[in-house]
DNA sequence: CCATATACCTGGCAGC
DNA sequence: TGCTGCCAGGTATATG
């Protein structure tokens, strides 16, 4: 479900409300991704101190560690001071003085893993080659030039790799590069300098948008409110195949790189 | 080191 | 109505 914006939506929409809370309880249901690594029971007494987003990871910042969530490509989070009993798809409630943090996620690529520390494992094998925050004053230019040069895969899937930038998914990757007027396929050490420039400003607005907007690209997303219908922003190239651009009214093309489903326009991105 | 393919799992939808 | 095949927001891991 959920690239960087839908899951910065969803830590916001949760974030304050848990705060300070005590865990009561841990309920895993069906395996996830991976074990949570360690008995549910540790976490009991354990106070959630804050919660933060690293790339698609949430932290849940505890006493005695880190709480590490991921939403897979269909998981959701929802916080509330109680719950109706779990359904087919909820695999993990965690329950608290505050409330209840469920997760919701049907096809179970999503994940909940308990690390002692953010740079002790397992959490420093799944955040440690992260790349820049598209978010932060971190995500630089210069860096994200240099980072760029060392590649000679296509733009597209050097985006979705996250080593060189977190947070750009498949839909966000295909709308980034169509602001800057890049062709997904053009190998990523060979865009000019000034394409480079634009891309970087074009994952920073494309992004921070979605933020604004409440989380947008998704048809079923929903905060840890339960709030959903946001649903904005549309697409500029994403699942418009065949329909016609809305700079130039050429018909938006559909390819498949490494196994993904990318759109372009073949006028507007040129290279 | 880098690029690419594979695997994980379920549900929704188009087509017959 | 029901079946089949294809598609879907991610990413660690294996393979070349």
């Given amino acids: 479900m959920p690239e960087l914006p839908e899951v910065e939506v969803t830590r916001q929409s949760f974030a304050s409300r848990i705060a300070g809370a005590r865990v009561l309880a841990m309920h895993m249901g069906k395996p996830l991704r991976w074990p949570l690594g360690v008995a549910s029971a540790s976490l009991l007494g354990q106070t959630v101190l804050r919660v933060r987003r690293r790339g698609k990871y949430l932290l849940l910042d505890m006493d005695r560690g880190v709480l590490l969530l991921h939403l897979g ?7 509330a001071v109680s719950q109706p009993p779990a359904g087919k798809h909820d695999h993990m409630d965690l329950v608290t003085t505050l409330g209840v943090l469920r997760l919701h996620d049907p096809r179970r690529f999503g994940a909940a893993v308990w690390s002692a520390a953010e740079d002790q494992e397992p959490a420093l094998k799944l955040l440690g080659k992260l790349g820049m925050e598209p978010l932060t004053d971190g995500f630089e230019l210069k860096l994200f030039q240099q980072g ?5 895969a296509p733009i597209k899937q050097v985006l979705l790799a996250g080593d060189v930038v977190v947070g750009v998914g498949n839909i966000y990757a295909s709308e980034a590069l169509f602001f800057s007027g890049i062709r997904p396929t053009v190998k990523a050490h060979k865009i000019s300098a000034p394409r480079v420039a634009k891309l970087h400003a074009a994952i920073r607005q494309v992004l921070s ?3 604004e ?3 947008s690209s998704l048809k079923d997303f929903v ?4 709030q959903t219908g946001y649903f904005q922003l549309e697409a500029s ?3 418009r195949a065949g329909l016609p651009c809305r700079s130039c009214e050429k018909p938006i093309q559909h390819i498949v790189q490494g196994q993904r489903s990318t759109f372009y326009c073949p ?4 290279l």
């Fill in 73 to 79: 490509m269909s998981g959701s989070l929802n916080f």
């Fill in 148 to 152: 760029l040069k060392k590649r000679s």
């Fill in 209 to 211: 948008r979605a933020v």
């Fill in 213 to 215: 907007q409440g989380g």
């Fill in 223 to 226: 905060n840890a409110e339960g």
């Fill in 237 to 239: 190239v994403y699942g």
């Fill in 267 to 270: 006028v507007c991105q040129k």
